[in-house]
């Protein structure tokens, strides 16, 4: 009884000790600096984008704008970090990225949406939005992309 008690006490510990260590991370960061935080998002993410053609640099490099930090999301019983990223602070609207690294930084994924420019402020632009998806997201991973996206205030 006591090893059962003791499992269960352990195995508590590492999953609270996991959700502080994802608490203490949640959006410390924002996607254009994450590649430079560590080397493994950046392997990660150059295996998602190394057979995509005609990619931005801004996507190739994350090196777009950020204006929000990134948080932790969790899809189908895996917890990933994720956030926007825009083209230039004025284009948010226009050419803007989702990514989604998962926790163990095996996974990458991304959602590249692209608004034709000059768009009547009357029209929607989910109804006019180009989505294009990078690291081959399933099904239920494009629908959290989405909801990231659906987030803005500003897309409707």
């Known amino acids: ?13 590492l999953m609270a000790g996991g959700s502080a260590a994802m608490a203490a991370n949640d959006g410390q960061v924002r996607a254009s600096e994450l590649l ?6 950046r392997e990660t993410w150059q295996d998602v984008v190394k057979k995509e053609e005609r990619l931005p640099d801004w996507v190739l490099n994350l090196s777009g704008v950020s204006e929000l930090q990134m948080s932790a999301v969790e899809e189908d019983g895996d ?13 948010c609207l226009n050419k803007r990225l989702i990514v989604a690294f998962r926790w163990d930084k095996e996974k ?3 959602m590249l949406v692209e608004v034709p420019e ?8 989910t ?3 180009d989505y294009r998806w990078l690291g081959d997201p ?8 989405r909801e990231q996206l659906k987030r803005d205030p500003n897309w409707y």
Do not use: F, N, W
Not at 36 to 41: F, Q, R, S
């Open 138 to 145: 399933d099904e239920g991973m494009q629908a959290m992309l």
């Open 36 to 41: 430079g935080t560590d080397p493994e998002y």
């Open 79 to 91: 917890k990933y970090l994720v956030g926007p990223l825009c083209e230039s602070a004025g284009k």
């Open 108 to 110: 990458a994924y991304g």
């Open 1 to 13: 009884m006591k090893g059962v008690i003791r499992s269960a006490l352990v195995a508590g510990l």
């Open 118 to 125: 000059g768009l009547p402020g009357d029209k929607s632009p």
């Open 127 to 129: 109804r006019h939005a």
